[in-house]
């Protein structure tokens, strides 16, 4: 069995879109690459990446084409497999080919892709997340925080989530001022 990863960037007051769903506070602290290392460390475990049909959507009008000696992350966020799930999307393509599509309930493809992949990460795609959330799925949760307070906006985490124990398995900090901080959740019960 897999071990799932969600990682959200998040504002210092824990945001992870602001009101009207952008997420241009993400920009608004931008220091360079503070958080390169430290991404590149983690993606050297990852074997799959999973993203909601929002998220993906950023993600390949970006990342295909994205310069690697510019980001680094770009080389191992292009070889690793990528998924969308998606109830409505019938193709989704990725550079010059196309990532598979996954369809039907989180629960269901999430098992099929943990028995495929051992460490997988879902990126942003808070409505994906949600589910994956309130089905007890995630294992890990990785928050990077950046130096910005938004006031208001949407939470990482589902509102029906409840009280669930985490703990804290790694801290970094940055000269930037951003944070990674990973917690691994305990099992639902």
Excluded at 73 to 82: F, M, Q
């Amino acid at each position: 069995m897999g071990i799932l990863t969600v990682e959200q960037i998040v504002s210092i007051d824990g945001y992870a879109a602001e009101p009207d769903g952008g997420i241009g506070f993400m920009d608004a602290a931008d220091v360079g690459n503070a958080n390169d290392a430290d991404q590149l460390e983690f993606l050297r475990g990852v074997d799959a990446i999973l993203l909601g049909a929002n998220t993906y959507r950023m993600f390949a009008a970006y990342w295909p084409t994205a310069d690697p000696e510019v980001e680094a992350v770009a080389e191992p966020i292009d070889r690793l497999p990528k998924f969308v799930l998606s109830n409505t999307l019938t193709e989704a393509p990725w550079g010059d080919g196309s990532i598979e599509i996954l369809s039907g309930d989180a629960a269901s493809a999430v098992a099929d892709l943990t028995q495929r992949y051992y460490r997988i990460v879902v990126w942003g795609s808070l409505s994906l997340t949600d589910a994956l959330f309130e089905a007890g799925l995630v294992d890990e949760l990785r928050l990077r925080v950046v130096p910005v307070l938004i006031g208001a906006g949407r939470s990482f985490s589902p509102a029906a989530l409840g009280r669930r124990r985490v703990d804290l398995v790694r801290v970094v900090s940055h000269p930037s001022g951003h944070v990674g901080m990973t917690y691994r959740l305990e099992p639902t019960t």
